[in-house]
């Protein structure tokens, strides 16, 4: 029904930038918050950074100053510019959307998940 499909990610070394972005498809009436997650092995999923329709955005601590959440909406697309990366950057990240369907009267919403990127910071 909906699709989230993740691009970007990789290996870098210390201070290196990466960018990841991630697309929405389907019969989108609208999305509301985006947001990307990480997880480290052995770790639980921990929120990254999020972004309203509006283009409000809120970061964990530890990325903040480095990392940018942004938007496109008429791509249906959410970008995640990481900067100044660390070893502890290393993770697999994930991106969600809250995506709104209609069907004529009849309006729902519900979170969606993307496939997730390997990043991998490592010298």
């Known amino acids: 029904q909906f699709q989230l499909v993740q691009s970007g990610g990789g290996s870098v070394q210390p201070g290196g930038s990466l960018r990841l972005s991630c697309t929405a498809s389907g019969r989108i009436f609208r999305i509301d918050d985006m947001a990307w997650y990480r997880q480290a092995p052995g770790s639980q999923r921990e929120l990254v950074a999020t972004i309203t329709s509006g283009g409000s955005t809120n970061y964990a601590d530890s990325v903040k100053g480095r990392f940018t959440i942004s938007r496109d909406n008429a791509k249906n697309t959410v970008y995640l510019q990481m900067n100044s990366l660390k070893p502890e950057d290393t993770a697999v990240y994930y991106c969600?959307?809250?995506?709104?369907?209609?069907?004529?009267?009849?309006?729902?919403?519900?979170?969606?998940w993307g496939q997730g990127t390997q990043v991998t910071v490592s010298s």
């Open positions: 969600s959307a809250r995506i709104v369907a209609r069907n004529g009267i009849i309006v729902w919403e519900d979170d969606y």
